[in-house]
Structures are given as structure tokens and as C-alpha cells.
Nanobody, 123 residues
Framework: QVQLVESGGGLVQTGGSLRLSCAAS????????MGWFRQAPGKEREFVAG????????YYKDSVKGRFTISRDNGKNTVYLQMNSLKPEDTAVYHC????????????????WGQGTQVTVSS
């Protein structure tokens, strides 16, 4: 299992950008698929983006395609979420998650879960 710590959230205006980071502890980071999820107040948690252990495959929620990019640096044990053209509806707590397979993440199964970082987009 890996321990996950997110950072990079904040307050930004509509159309702005943020880059979230998720630092993982443990020597097995490169064997995990990683994902970003978000939860807004009063709403269910939703998948945002996921990336395979090698970085060769990635998936996105339809509403963020073309605006968000997930990437990873296995040498730094870190996964990133670059968010551009932010909208008020992107406001949520963003969590990173890990599992051995990307398909498990897409099903909402997690081996590890971070505490989250708040993203607020003002209109």
C-alpha cells in the first residue's frame, strides 16, 4: 500500500488553471494505477481522471476532456492533474487514489486514498 498526500488546490477564477500534485510514499508507486476523484458538497464522489502504472493509458470524465491532463513521474513518486479552463462546476475536494489496476479505479475500488485538496472556482 502507498500513502498519498495531495497539494496544489486553491481559489481561482473561471478560466484559470491549477496543477494538483499527489505525492506517494513507498517503493511500489510505479506498480499502481493512479486516479483523481472529486466530491462537491451534497454530491456523490465522481471519477475525474486515471492513468495506468506506466503512464501509457489514461481516461477522463467526459466533462473534463480537453481541459484536464493527468500525468505521473514514477521517479518522483508523484501524479499530477493539470486543470485548465476551470469552471465553477469544477469546484470540489479533489482526492487521489491508487489501485493495482486502472479498471479497479474506474469501478471506484481503492487500495489507497488521499485526504484531499480543495479546489474552488469563482464565477
Amino acid at each position: 500500500q502507498v500513502q498519498l498526500v495531495e497539494s496544489g488546490g486553491g481559489l481561482v477564477q473561471t478560466g484559470g488553471s491549477l496543477r494538483l500534485s499527489c505525492a506517494a510514499s513507498g517503493r511500489t508507486f510505479s506498480s499502481y494505477a493512479m486516479g483523481w476523484f472529486r466530491q462537491a458538497p451534497g454530491k456523490e464522489r465522481e471519477f475525474v481522471a486515471g492513468i495506468s502504472w506506466s503512464g501509457g493509458n489514461s481516461y477522463y470524465k467526459d466533462s473534463v476532456k480537453g481541459r484536464f491532463t493527468i500525468s505521473r513521474d514514477n521517479g518522483k513518486n508523484t501524479v499530477y492533474l493539470q486543470m485548465n479552463s476551470l469552471k465553477p462546476e469544477d469546484t470540489a475536494v479533489y482526492h487521489c487514489a491508487a489501485h493495482t489496476t486502472l479498471s479497479d479505479l474506474l469501478k471506484g475500488n481503492f487500495a489507497s486514498w488521499g485526504q484531499g485538496t480543495q479546489v474552488t472556482v469563482s464565477s
